[in-house]
C-alpha cells in the first residue's frame, strides 16, 4: 500500500533550526510537496521536490532523497509565527497525491 | 487570501438537515477539489473536477453530493450526514497540466459538526 509517515509531534525553541522528517512509499513517484497549515487556516504550499538533493528558499529548505524514500524540512532561525502543522505529500505514478497526518510544530520562546 | 473562498466557515446541522457548502476560486484554474481533514489524520481526497467534469469520487457515501457548474465554483451537499462525518472540508484547486494537479491553493475550509 501506499504510505507517507512523519511525526505528529515537534517542539523547537525560538532561534533555533528544526527538522521535520518525511518518509514516503508510493505506487511510482513523480515528487514530494511540503504545506504549511496555521491552526484555522488554509494549508499553502511551501516546496516542491522531483530531483534529488536540497531546495532552498530563505529560511525554509526541503530535501528529497529518491532512493531512501525520504524528504527533510528544515526550517532555520525559527519564529514563533513558524508554529504551525507541516503537511508531506508524495505523489504516484498517476499523479494522485498520498498525503501525511501532518506535524504539529510548537514554537517556544 | 488564497484566492479560494469557502462559505459558511462553520456549520452545525442535525442528521436529518439538508445543507450545502460552497467554494469558489479566483485564479482561473481549471481543476477543483473537495478534501476532508480530520484531527490527526491524512487529507483525504473525495471528489475531483476538471473544467467542470468529475473525473474522481474517491468512493464517497453517496450522503455527499459534488455539483461543479463551471470551472469557478464547487458546491457540496450534504443530506442525512452521521455524526463521524464531522470534519473540516477543504476545497482546492490548481492549473492541472496532463493530469498532474501541480500546486494547490486551498480555502480556509468548512467545519461541519453533525448532531
Redesign the interface.
Known sequence: GQN?DQP?EMTATEGAIVQINCTYQTSGF?GL?W?QQHA??????LS?NVLDGLEEKGRFSSFLSRSKGYSYLLLKELQMKDSASY?C?G?DS?????????TKLIIKP | E?G?TQTPRHLVMGMTNKKSLKCEQHLGHNAMYWYKQSA????E?MFVYNFKEQTENNSVPSRFSPECPNSSHLFLHLHTLQPEDSALY?CASSLRTS???G???????SRLTVL
Not at chain 1, 40 to 45: H, Q
Open positions: 507517507i505528529t513523480n510537496f504545506y484555522g487556516e488554509a494549508p499553502t504550499f516542491y503537511l505529500a505523489m498517476n499523479y494522485q497525491l498520498i498525503w501525511g497526518a501532518g | 488564497t479560494v490527526k489524520k491524512p487529507l481526497l477543504l493530469g498532474e494537479p500546486e494547490l491553493f486551498f480555502g480556509e475550509g
